[in-house]
């Protein structure tokens, strides 16, 4: 097995393979699951007496979800996953997180003090043992951001020990083989944000950060390359034999495309996907963004770009344009906003148009 792939089993907890399974019932599942416990609703704070605000029904992956109440012992899966909730204010919801320790700084977002509030589960892959113990009510986790069939650890498996899932949109599964993503890459954001409001009552915090993360990048857009004057932009996850890149639906896509870039790889229907260094070759980016995380550095994987025969004569290797961005900025997450403004400075600084 390449070490990339290795690599992504490991750190991305088998992020990008395999088939939906058929999840049939689920939806009816979690609500028998989660019914039993409406009757507490009026002593949480999760709802005001005759508020009203429940049962909810959010739309996730195509499938509807009804809850009963607020989820209070979710466990997150993934840096940018946590920090949604953060994001949310909803730590308190939380039962914990789970992540590998290289996904970079956790300390310099306004949600950062999410990390001291929350129980950090295990730096290893999630699986059904942990869920139990940490007596969860809700996974919040993706198609290979955790759940994955070969690893028996799905949403249809953790609703027969009675517990909810909540998908990350961006890992959608799309029908088309292996493939993930159904929408824009910002909006599984902000429809993750906007459910997860639903979900949890607080809609009003929600609507404003969709507000400021829709207005962040407007403004960035604003002052973005247009026209002719933008870049060809590939975005380089990792591999050596083959590269781990974006496609359309992953959120490098929406943050490249609203920077300013024309990203090289807008064709491929699929989130995180494998391609041939002959694509690259042929479609000359003139940047390339680096995803910044785990076991090989982004200074090796510039190392590796410049000094990889078949690219010496791709622009952005000869022209030595290359930029880092972390993980968590590219992954969905609510950090993506804040990387279109700083992408969008990084393309007219390294191309000086």
């Not at 609203?258 to 995180?272: E, I, P, Q, T, Y």
Request: proline residues 5%.
């Amino acid at each position: 097995m390449p070490h990339h792939h290795r690599h992504h089993l490991r750190h991305h907890l088998r992020h990008h393979l395999r088939r939906r399974p058929a999840a049939l019932g689920l939806a009816a599942v979690l609500t028998l699951t989660l019914s039993g416990c409406g009757a507490q609703v009026a002593g949480t704070d999760s709802a005001k007496p005759g508020s009203g605000h429940y049962p909810v029904t959010v739309e996730n992956c195509g499938e509807k979800k009804t809850y009963e109440k607020a989820p209070q012992r979710v466990v997150t899966n993934d840096v940018g996953i946590t920090e949604i909730m953060f994001a949310l204010g909803l730590e308190k919801r939380m039962a914990g997180f789970v992540m590998p320790d290289d996904k970079g700084d956790l300390t310099s977002v306004p949600w950062k003090d999410g990390y001291t509030k929350t129980k950090w589960l295990s730096k290893k892959g999630i699986n059904k043992e942990l869920v139990l113990d940490a007596r969860a009510d809700l996974v919040f986790a993706g198609w290979n951001y955790g759940f994955d069939e070969g690893e028996g650890f799905t949403p249809a498996e953790l609703a027969k020990i009675g517990v909810g899932s909540y998908l990350l949109s961006e890992s959608c599964r799309n029908g088309r083989g292996t493939a993930r993503g159904v929408m824009a890459p910002l909006d599984a954001l902000y429809t993750d944000l906007l459910n997860l409001g639903r979900i949890f009552d607080v809609e009003d915090r929600a609507e404003a950060l969709v507000a400021k993360f829709r207005k962040q990048v407007a403004e960035a857009e604003g002052k973005a390359l247009k026209g002719a004057d933008r870049p060809r932009v590939f975005l380089y996850d990792d591999g050596r034999d083959k590269p781990f890149t974006s496609g359309a639906y992953a959120g490098p896509h929406d943050i490249i495309t609203r920077a300013g870039g024309d990203h090289v790889m807008k064709d491929l229907k699929d989130s995180w996907a494998t391609v041939g260094w002959e694509t690259v070759v042929a479609r000359d980016p003139e940047v390339i963004v680096i995803n910044d995380y785990g076991d090989t550095t982004a200074e090796q994987k510039r190392t590796f770009l410049k000094s990889y025969p078949p690219l010496a004569n791709v622009s952005a290797v000869k022209n030595d344009r290359i930029v880092v961005l972390d993980y968590v900025d590219l992954v969905e997450s609510p950090r993506n906003p804040a990387a279109v403004a700083s992408l969008a400075e990084d393309l007219r600084r390294l191309t000086g148009r």
